[in-house]
């Protein structure tokens, strides 16, 4: 006998489920269709009445630039484009936006109307692009449909400061020049995309794709230092009424660029407004004759060489014949029985080439080359240029050329190469590839970039030798630079400025310079000083010579390196 009770009870059971199924299937449909819908097909349900596509790119934050201390040199800050909903704002209200909006942004009034008599139809348009956020808050009190959508921008904070180091980012997001250029890609990171619908009850998102953010720049540059080589070449600059200058600080056993500053420069925050001849660096991509101190090279050579020692006299008559073209001292003073010391001391030409002629061409430009003139040293800035060394054999070299390149004549380097040059010196004869950024931070890894040494250039019993030779020619011939307990390696310079058939016959006409390093037992910086077209002192010494003190003298404080003891009671 059938249970009826049991029957009715399961059946209902039965019915009850199967509802729950068809319910359950109806509810997965239109899941299904939803997201064929918005996500594969989106288009065939989007009516371009109503809703109009639109496609944003999502900019990534760009990498800071920081000094070595890490404070910020080169930052992200927020701007805005104002936007609105043209088909979502009354005509009659369209003057009173493009009015108000031209007065605060200082756009033109005429072009904000055309873009929303243009966009009528449309439930997004861009008014004005690049506003501060000031501004933009202003913009949000007005009530008027308008919106403020936010957008990185590029801003420096120490203005000016290490203008040339830094370089800029164009409107169109791209770093240009010295480091923005340089790591431009991994400062900028990777964009991202979100494509929208946007329409009269706001936007939907239909596919999204975030963006990746730059690396961050730790730099080899110490904000303080720069701040005080940049003091010092104004000042120089406005005491000789000179025309331009470069002062360079190099750390010699890693190659690291603790300063580096040109005059004239510019403020990367307002570089649209900037004459583009101030934009290249002129310690990378100017090219100069160095004068005589490139006579610390020539004495490198031959002391390495074995053709001189420190002990080396020669016979100077004044001037000595090379190639046929008679060579002169500047002073155009004969010194008889001179030594090495005294070349570097009185600046003599007739050594360095006495040198020079010694080595003989293959040799003395196998020295120019390893030093790393004549090619890029491969700095991690933009802009960098090689500069100009004719050799045996090209079509521009002439015998005389090995006579006055020797001191620095006839041949063309950067103050970057010639700091470095010098720096190898200080440094035992290991010349340092130069470089200015020392860590690379993304995504909570660091990279840390290691000095980098190029190739021994002399041996270290010449470097020593030679560093005791220039310590003895700035006691001996140019007391004025040395500074109290320290000892001081250096040479100045006073280079002629080549013309098209010879050289500027103007006594102004000079590039002035210093280039030394300190301590001279344990160096631990090297500055070169270049002051161009200097109007009322032109020699190196009275001109450079100066500016090289003052900055020795602070940074043996910042630095925290104590006098030399011994160096102390000598001169006492």
């Known amino acids: 006998m059938i249970d009826t009770a049991s029957y009715a009870e399961k059946q209902g059971t039965l019915r009850i489920i199967a509802v729950a199924l068809i319910l359950f299937s109806a509810l997965l449909a239109l899941i299904g269709r939803f997201f064929y819908w918005q996500i594969l097909c989106p288009d065939s349900t989007m009516d371009d009445d109503i809703w109009h596509p639109r496609t944003l790119e999502i900019l990534p934050r760009r990498g800071d630039i920081l000094d070595c201390t890490g404070h910020p040199l080169a930052l992200e800050i927020p701007y805005y484009h104002i936007c609105c909903a043209p088909k979502s704002i009354k005509p009659e209200k369209w003057p009173e936006i493009a009015e108000r909006l031209a ?11 055309n873009t929303l008599r243009e966009n009528s139809d449309k439930y997004y348009a861009r008014l004005a692009w690049y506003v501060p956020a000031a501004k933009a808050r202003v913009v949000k009190t007005w009530n008027l449909g308008l919106y403020p959508e936010a957008t990185p921008g590029r801003g420096y904070p120490e203005g000016d400061v290490a203008g040339h180091i830094l370089g800029f980012v164009n409107v169109a997001g791209k770093g240009s020049c010295g480091v923005e250029g340089f790591y ?24 999204y794709r975030p963006a ?9 540059v110490n904000r303080t230092m720069q701040y005080e080589v940049e003091k010092a070449l104004r000042e120089v600059i406005q005491k000789e009424r000179a025309e331009s200058g470069t002062i360079i600080v190099l750390e010699p056993k890693t190659g690291a660029i603790l300063a580096m500053a040109s005059f004239p420069s ?33 004495l490198a050579a031959g002391l390495d060489s074995g053709i001189i020692t420190q002990d080396s006299t020669y016979i100077d008559n004044g001037y000595i014949l090379v190639g046929g073209r ?19 001391a009185h600046s003599l030409n007739v050594g360095a080439a006495t040198i020079s002629m010694e080595l003989r061409a293959d040799r003395f430009y196998r020295y120019l080359r390893s030093f790393g003139f004549g090619e890029l040293s491969g700095v991690d800035l933009a802009g960098e240029v090689a500069g100009t ?29 010639m700091v470095t040059a010098v720096a190898a010196v200080a440094n035992g004869g290991v010349l340092m590839k130069p470089y200015i950024v020392k860590e690379v931070r993304q995504s909570n890894r660091v990279q840390v970039i290691e000095p980098k040494a190029v190739r021994r250039v002399i041996s270290s019993k010449a470097a020593r030798d030679l560093t005791e030779m220039m310590v003895e020619a700035v006691e001996t011939g140019a007391k004025a630079i040395t500074v109290e307990g320290h000892l001081i390696a250096g040479k100045t310079g006073t280079a002629e400025i ?24 344990d160096p631990r910086f090297v500055i070169l000083v270049n002051v161009e077209h200097p109007q009322v002192e032109r020699w190196g010494g009275t001109v450079a010579g100066p500016v090289f003190r003052a900055l020795a003298k602070r940074f043996f404080t ?9 160096v102390l009671a000598q001169r006492q």
Do not use: C
């Open 103 to 113: 007065a605060l942004v200082g756009e033109p009034r005429d072009a904000i109307l």
């Open 184 to 207: 431009n890609e991994k400062l900028a990171g990777e964009k991202g995309l979100e494509r929208l619908y946007d329409g009269p009850r706001g936007s939907v998102s239909v596919e």
């Open 212 to 220: 990746k953010d730059g690396a961050d720049l730790v730099l080899t």
């Open 266 to 298: 510019y403020d990367p925050n307002n570089y649209a407004e900037t004459p583009q001849k101030l934009f290249p660096n002129p310690a990378i991509s100017k090219q100069y004759e160095p004068g005589s101190v490139m006579k610390i090279v020539t």
């Open 326 to 344: 008679p060579i002169r001292n500047s002073d155009g003073n004969a010194y008889g029985r001179a030594t090495m010391t005294q070349i570097l």
């Open 389 to 417: 060394v004719h050799i045996p054999g090209g079509p521009d070299w002439s015998e005389a050329d090995l006579g006055t390149n020797a001191f620095g004549q006839g041949i063309a380097v950067t103050p970057l190469q």
């Open 498 to 521: 080549p013309i098209p058939g010879g050289y500027d016959p103007r006594p102004t006409a000079v590039v002035a310079s210093f280039v030394g390093f300190a301590p001279a037992e």
């Open 558 to 566: 910042l630095l925290d390196i104590p006098p030399n003891q011994a």
